[in-house]
Nanobody, 128 residues
């Protein structure tokens, strides 16, 4: 059974930082591209960032580019999201997601339907 478990969310002031982590189990982690998504209350789930299976390629939504950094450790089945210079509009539930592919690029990584497994999410709240 595949499980994806996020951690690291919390309450932070604007301008602060948080580091989210997601541990995967029950899957060959190194065979999956890993993404981070977020969903603010009353809004659609939106793409944040993705990293390919080897960790050699990353892609970010424009809204987080230059502030967030995605990374992975395949030996620990972990993908992380370092979030700096946080803004109130970053407030959302953050989800990690796994896409079974070893491609280093995909034009579909910003589409929810591309992902095979999702975590339950972790709340990030940024106060102004």
């Amino acid at each position: 059974q595949v499980q994806m478990v996020e951690s690291g969310g919390g309450l932070v002031q604007a301008g602060g930082s948080l580091r989210l982590s997601c541990v995967g189990s029950g899957l060959t982690f190194s065979a999956y591209a890993m993404g981070w998504w977020r969903q603010a209350q009353g809004k659609e789930r939106e793409f944040v960032a993705v990293i390919d299976s080897s960790g050699g390629y990353t892609y970010y939504a424009d809204s987080v580019k230059g502030r967030f950094t995605i990374s992975r450790d395949n030996a620990k089945n972990t993908v992380s999201l370092q979030m700096n210079s946080l803004k109130p509009e970053d407030t959302a539930v953050y989800y990690c997601a796994a896409d079974r592919t070893t491609l280093s690029r995909s034009k579909y990584w910003d589409q929810k339907s591309e992902y095979d497994y999702w975590g339950q999410g972790t709340q990030v709240t940024v106060s102004s």
